[in-house]
């Protein structure tokens, strides 16, 4: 949910006018109201986002240093790159059921939304599809400068697969939150 919710105001007879703002050119201001949201809350949803950039940049990385032949140097930058991303994702999971099980919005809201479903399943299946890459970019990260390591072409598009999967992750997070997704 928004932290705040606007709509029209309209002068009602026998009430005091709105607070805020007058009327202009006759179109009614806006009033808000202010949802209590805690310090807490904000913290767990930033490091949520933080937690995605990190996952984006990781990804990233791991793209732009890719090769299937790389120094030891790079393999060492690849097994970092891909720490970078194995960490966000710890972040983006334990921040993503702290707002799920303590956040704005009830559990409930989320477990009848499909595409809530959907994005966790995508997110569950970009998980699976790291783990072969991390396991050859860990083996390189043992590499010795000046020795040639060699990936298979297949982690390459490996990860561009898991690009194209996890720049889905934020659409559907906004769907859901915009309150697509519901039966009925």
Same mark, same amino acid.
């Given at each position: 949910?928004?932290?705040?919710?606007? &709509?029209?105001?309209?002068?009602?007879?026998?009430?005091a006018?709105?607070?805020?703002?007058v009327?202009?050119?006759?179109?009614?201001p806006?009033?808000?109201?202010?949802?209590? @949201?805690?310090?807490?809350t904000?913290?767990?949803?930033?490091?949520?986002?933080l937690?995605?950039?990190?996952?984006?940049?990781?990804?990233a990385?791991?793209?732009?240093?890719?090769?299937?032949?790389?120094? &030891?140097?790079?393999?060492?930058?690849?097994?970092?790159?891909?720490?970078?991303?194995?960490?966000?994702?710890?972040?983006?999971?334990v921040?993503?059921?702290?707002r799920l099980?303590?956040?704005?919005?009830?559990a409930?809201?989320?477990?009848?939304?499909? @595409?809530?479903?959907?994005?966790?399943?995508?997110?569950?299946?970009?998980?699976?599809?790291?783990?072969?890459?991390?396991?050859?970019?860990?083996?390189g990260?043992?590499?010795?400068?000046?020795v040639e390591?060699?990936?298979?072409?297949?982690?390459?598009?490996?990860?561009? @697969?898991e690009l194209?999967?996890?720049l889905?992750?934020?659409?559907?997070?906004t769907?859901?939150?915009?309150?697509?997704?519901?039966?009925?």
């Open positions: 949910m928004a932290d705040y919710i606007a &709509g029209p105001v309209y002068p009602t007879p026998g009430l006018p709105p607070q805020f703002g009327i202009l050119w006759g179109v009614a806006l009033q808000i109201h202010r949802k209590k @949201i805690s310090m807490t904000v913290l767990i949803n930033y490091g949520h986002y937690g995605l950039a990190g996952l984006f940049a990781g990804l990385l791991e793209l732009a240093l890719f090769r299937p032949r790389v120094d &030891g140097a790079i393999a060492r930058r690849l097994a970092l790159a891909d720490t970078l991303y194995g960490l966000a994702a710890v972040l983006v999971l921040t993503g059921l702290l099980f303590a956040g704005d919005k009830p409930s809201y989320f477990g009848v939304n499909f @595409i809530f479903h959907i994005k966790l399943t995508v997110f569950v299946v970009v998980a699976f599809m790291s783990i072969w890459p991390a396991m050859k970019f860990f083996g990260g043992r590499a010795v400068d000046g390591h060699t990936f298979p072409s297949a982690v390459g598009i490996l990860l561009r @697969i194209a999967l996890l889905l992750i934020p659409l559907l997070g769907m859901v939150a915009r309150g697509f997704g519901f039966r009925g």
